[in-house]
């Protein structure tokens, strides 16, 4: 088992910001270490992380250093130049780990706002430098920085003299006392060797090349396969979603829990082979409000079926259809573009929750779900995905597009919010027979699948599998004495 030594100090520590993004005032998303000089080393007997991580910090999993082999220098633009200005035993070159980076910005600028005042300074167009106080763990048998390629300015205190720019404010560091701090961790002793000692370098250097290259072949091979993302279980792998990110205007300063971004790409044909790839962002915060609208369904005060269901859903619709605007917006779009009509139009809609997996929602765990009779208990048995413990079996429109998990009455209930605010008349229906729900689309035209609803011909059209027109269900529930709207508008 690894054992550990752990440190504190302060820190100095330069960052990248030209591909940051600038949240407010004082504070950036994105940035990218760079230099990181460590002074008044001092070793402590343990630590609490999830203490220390409370409050103004950064936290870095692990800082990797750049090292010396020659294999390590490829792969320095995933480094960070580290010196410890300490006694020769604590002068670290290995990777730091669990490190918590204190005091960058200080109070807030008044109360409620979320901008506080800075702490650290633009030293460039393309360097922040922060200050304050450091923890970290590094293993517990620590290389030193060898005498030989320590540079000795650092045996002393850097003489680093942040000049202020009377017009802006704008602190810059010399270049010269820069290069002196990074310059230790860069730096291989080089001997001389001869044509012969230069020949096996490029030889040597010529191997390395060919296998970053067969490495990176591989690594090109794996990302085909899987890539960076999480796809859902669909076969052609058209639908995918991003590792959450953390939101750009989150104020990491805030309480717990924060909002994290989730990107979406879902690609798919329609009927007449248009082609379309739709591109949103969801929001674990608006993800938990969505969430909480379920409770108050949780002991029904209706008797009523059809009461239960249209007041769900109406709930649902109501309170998601301000979240949907990016998604709608790309869909009016592409009906622009394109030149839909009406039909093409809700059949673009239709084939989009189409292209999404199917996976089972419903109350209760699996456990108890496998035990049931029919489809629900014959669908767990098989060993398929299933969201358990949803209240009201149904997730709002934005729970969906969040984790792409929906049955037949959340995909309706989506295709009933998208269709109904572009405007065309939609509804959702469901069978107490059939135990299914399918969408209405209210465009008088499709099959003999249809209902009157309101004075208007609403044609079902099943969405739980691909290849179901405006019109068409599974023949087996084609009884319309059977279904009942349970939602609709015209």
């Not at 989730?262 to 739709?278: K, M, P, V």
Request: glycine letters at 8%; charged letters at 20%; a negative charge.
């Amino acid at each position: 088992m690894t054992e550990f030594r752990h440190f504190t100090g302060e820190y100095r520590a330069w960052f990248k910001i030209s591909a940051a993004q600038l949240v407010h005032t004082h504070s950036f998303q994105g940035l990218q270490l760079d230099a990181l000089e460590i002074r008044n080393l001092r070793p402590v007997e343990n630590r609490l992380v999830e203490t220390e991580r409370a409050g103004d910090y950064l936290y870095f999993p692990i800082i990797r250093a750049k090292k010396k082999s020659s294999v390590a220098r490829l792969f320095q633009s995933e480094a960070v130049d580290i010196v410890i200005i300490a006694d020769e035993s604590l002068a670290f070159s290995e990777d730091l780990e669990q490190v918590i980076l204190r005091s960058h910005s200080g109070e807030r600028k008044n109360a409620g706002s979320q901008i506080r005042e800075a702490r650290f300074g633009r030293i460039s167009p393309d360097f922040i430098q922060m200050e304050g106080s450091i923890s970290f763990t590094v293993p517990a048998e620590p290389l030193t920085v060898a005498a030989s390629t320590v540079n000795p300015v650092i045996e002393s205190p850097v003489p680093v003299v942040l000049n202020e720019n009377p017009g802006g404010g704008i602190i810059k560091i010399p270049d010269m006392v820069l290069n002196q701090i990074t310059e230790p961790i860069r730096t291989i002793p080089q001997q001389a060797g001869g044509c012969f000692m230069q020949l096996f370098s490029l030889a040597k250097w010529a191997i390395y090349m060919i296998l970053f290259l067969a490495f990176l072949g591989w690594i090109g091979s794996w990302l085909k396969d899987s890539g960076s993302t999480e796809r859902s279980d669909g076969g052609e792998g058209k639908v995918e979603a991003d590792k959450p990110r953390l939101n750009p205007k989150q104020d990491t300063l805030a309480p717990m829990p924060w909002d994290y971004l989730t990107d979406h790409r879902i690609g798919w044909n329609d009927f007449i082979e248009h082609s379309y790839l739709a591109r949103y962002s969801t929001s674990s915060k608006q993800f938990e409000d969505s969430r909480s609208m379920h409770p108050a369904f949780a002991n029904p005060q209706v008797s009523e079926a059809m009461q239960y269901w249209n007041a769900v859903y109406t709930e649902f619709a109501h309170r998601d259809a301000p979240k949907l605007d990016s998604l709608l917006l790309y869909f009016q779009n592409e009906q622009k573009e394109k030149n839909l009509n009406p039909v093409q139009t809700a059949e673009m809609v239709v084939t989009f929750i189409q292209e999404i997996p199917y996976c089972l929602v419903h109350e209760g765990s699996c456990l108890e779900a496998s035990k049931q009779a029919g489809f629900i208990g014959d669908y767990h048995r098989s060993g398929k995905i299933c969201l358990p413990d949803i209240i009201g079996g149904v997730q709002s429109p934005y729970e969906f597009l969040h984790n792409l998990k929906g049955d037949c009455d959340t995909r309706s209930l989506l295709g009933f919010s998208i269709l109904s605010q572009m405007g065309i008349p939609a509804s959702v229906w469901v069978s107490e027979a059939y135990g299914h729900s399918v969408l209405g689309v209210g465009l008088g035209s499709g099959g003999s699948y249809y209902k009157m609803v309101g004075g208007i011909r609403h044609s079902a059209v099943e969405l739980t599998a691909k290849g179901f027109r405006l019109g068409m269900i599974s023949a087996e529930q084609g009884d319309m004495n059977n279904w009942e709207i349970a939602l609709y508008k015209n």
